[in-house]
């Protein structure tokens, strides 16, 4: 009888402890980390600067073309023709050298972006290990936490400790 009472109140105490659970606001996290901001104001700074580039570039073919027009004017028909379809043939190619900068620039913005989010993945999994969180759930887009006690939520806690490493 004394054995049967230890083992069930073994087994009551065993239930009544709860896992750790937390959870952190996605979109509070990544909108507050300052080396997202950094991130994408290096990419806005690029973009201006491209943006510069594009613009320049269009002018000058612009006022190349301008120029040829006047050019073409005394030529006949068929010169005229063959001198716009070497102009054509430049545009098509600055076209495709800007389109193609432009896409490498995206491409390693989203790279840049992508790492990011796979590093504040890691830090939210070490936290919750170092602290003995059995699990820490996502709030915000894609997230699978629709409500959240206030007192389990985590985001300032992993925010300060993300912003305080990358401040170092």
């Known amino acids: 009888m004394k054995k049967t009472i ?52 269009t002018q000058a073919f612009q006022l190349e073309a301008q120029a040829l027009q006047t050019k073409t004017q005394g030529m006949s028909q068929k010169k005229a023709q063959e001198e716009y379809a070497i102009l054509q043939q430049k545009g098509q190619f600055i076209g495709q050298q800007l389109q193609q900068e432009e896409q490498q620039m995206q491409a390693l913005g989203q790279t840049e972006m992508d790492s990011l989010v796979n590093k504040v993945k890691n830090e939210i999994e070490t936290y919750g290990k170092a602290n003995g969180y059995a699990y820490i759930l996502g709030k915000g887009e894609g997230g699978s936490v629709l409500y959240g006690n206030e007192a389990k939520d985590l985001t300032q806690e992993i925010l300060k400790l993300l912003n305080e490493k990358y401040s170092q």
């Open 6 to 57: 230890v083992f069930l109140s073994i087994l009551f105490l065993a239930s009544c402890q709860q896992e750790k659970i937390g959870f952190v606001d996605n979109n509070v996290l990544l909108e507050n980390y300052q080396e997202r901001k950094d991130i994408e104001a290096r990419y806005q700074t690029k973009s201006e600067s491209y943006a510069k580039k594009r613009d320049s570039i």
